[in-house]
């Protein structure tokens, strides 16, 4: 991200880190890795150095170096977990049948299309039952905050010897994954590989490249601009057939002023961090909207997910990310909220088309989709084929709950983020396994009925640090504007209590309708005005609402 101007509304790098430290403090983050799990990361990327690639060739793994693979991150990131290559396939007759090994492909369609995506090997590096095995347990995720990261692996890995940085020979899981012309998965598989990465890429290079307005370094592949356009497009068309929904709400970031930012979006979003030695001037809010690029991009990493769900059920055991459907008195409740918002919502039109009509410019409509995005709850893991769960039916239609993630509208799993997720090293050995048409690794088996209590409770954790430091955020930045009033608009109200969305800065947070509150309510989906009473990160924020703004 590029530097940022210094703004009003800053909170003080110092006063930042007091409070995150606290913060992390309180929920028991931890710190330094234990000297048993240092030494055995730092062994292990020290066997990598030594002979690394010639051992892991002599075990079988494919070499791959020759792929024209590339990572795609925001700037400054270390922690590279995917590396991809797309291609255009000649046009050939339809197949009968899949090449050995691919697993989940509809053979009667001709591949148009074909996705190579290299993810980080950390099993090649963590061995089970270790010290760094247990660390990596407590873990559990990568912890986000304005100020820093708590890795997951130490940076020996996650920054060194397994990430997939520029010109460095790294073990991988490299996916295989063919396409049809209308973005279908014909055919997949995946193998441990030896790769190469050529080029380490930003969202917005990509992004300048798709548009016109710049070019890619030479060593990437000319074609990626527009085949990572052309095939997220597809496999967005294919996510609204088969009825899921990608957000693209503008999200609150923090930015660092006069310093380097990196965010991430992924399935995922995390916080702006510092990198580099250079000393933030201290870190603001803002709104983002994720860049086409990053959509496409994302899609790359679903794609991903959804054929190592296909993988894992057919193959009788591993671990899918579920969701379950929302209720029908959730979506009675948001009928509700489009009426009173003026929004039409025609009863045979389903809820994912009328989201992506919307436009969050429209305050109306931003209310809305604020309202939308807490339709679907209760996100989780389900390990299956281990402990006594059964394998989900082959049927998708006849899915259980359990199985399935409704956002998405499929089966779904986490394997492409394993710097960062701890889920994610055990549902790429399993597809491995399934792939080479041999037997999970018995530490794979043992390890699947505690994952998804360790990461429901490792996530409970990282996602309390998360609203922790936005909130502690926005009570810094607007400390010392006490009185001045602001620009906003209330996207919801329950009991006289609304959320309250400023333009500038960027805050997310409650106001109370009060004794003299206009009749009706608060005024959602409007444009109001508010002045600031208090702001502190012990106790809060108080606005009070002056008026309602008319058109």
Known sequence: MSRTRLSTYTAPPAEVAR?????????????????????????AAGAWAQDGPVRLLADGARDARDLELVTIDPPGSMDLDQAVLLERLPARPHQAGTAAGNV????????????????????????????????????????????????????????????????AERPACLWTIDLDERGEVVSTRVERALVRSRARLSYAQVQAAIDGEGALPRQAPADLPELLAEIGRLRLEREAARGGISMTTPEQVVEVTEATAVTETEETAE??????????????????????????????SLLTGMCAARIMVECGVGILRTLPPARPEDYARLRRVAAALGIDWPAAQPYPEL????????????????????????????????????????????????????????????????????????GEEVCIAACAQGPVPEWVLQALPDLPGVMEQTGRRARAIGRGALT????????????????????????????????????????RAGKKALDGGLPVGERVQVRLLSADPASGIRFQLLRQERP
């Open 355 to 426: 989201v992506r009509s919307l436009d969050h410019a429209i305050p109306a409509h931003a209310a809305f989709l604020e309202q939308a995005m807490s339709l679907f709850r209760g996100s989780g893991y389900l390990a299956f084929g281990v402990g006594g769960v059964g394998v989900p039916a082959d049927d998708e239609a006849a899915d259980s709950e359990e199985a399935v993630h409704s956002a998405i509208a499929a089966r779904y799993a986490h394997v492409t983020a394993p710097l960062r997720r701890l889920v994610d090293r055990y």
């Open 472 to 511: 502690a955020l926005e009570a810094l930045v607007l400390r010392g504007h006490e009185g001045e009033v602001f620009d906003g608009v209330i996207t919801s109200e329950r009991d006289g209590r609304g959320e309250l969305v400023l333009a500038e800065p960027a805050v997310v947070t409650e106001i």
């Open 271 to 300: 916080p702006a961090v510092p990198d580099g030695p250079s000393s933030p001037a201290g870190y603001r809010l803002a709104y983002r909207v994720p860049a086409p690029a990053e959509q496409y991009n994302a899609q790359i």
């Open 19 to 43: 409070t995150l430290d606290a913060l992390r403090a309180h929920y028991e983050v931890p710190t330094a890795f234990p000297p048993e799990a240092l030494a055995e990361a730092e062994a």
């Open 104 to 167: 989940g492909g509809t053979p009667e369609s001709a591949a148009a299309y074909r996705v190579r995506y290299a993810i980080a090997s950390l099993a090649t590096f963590v061995a089970p039952g270790g010290a760094l095995d247990a660390e990596l347990r407590r873990r559990g995720e990568t912890i986000y905050a304005p100020d820093a990261a708590t890795p997951l692996h130490p940076e020996v890995l996650s920054h060194g010897a397994a990430s997939l940085l520029q010109d």
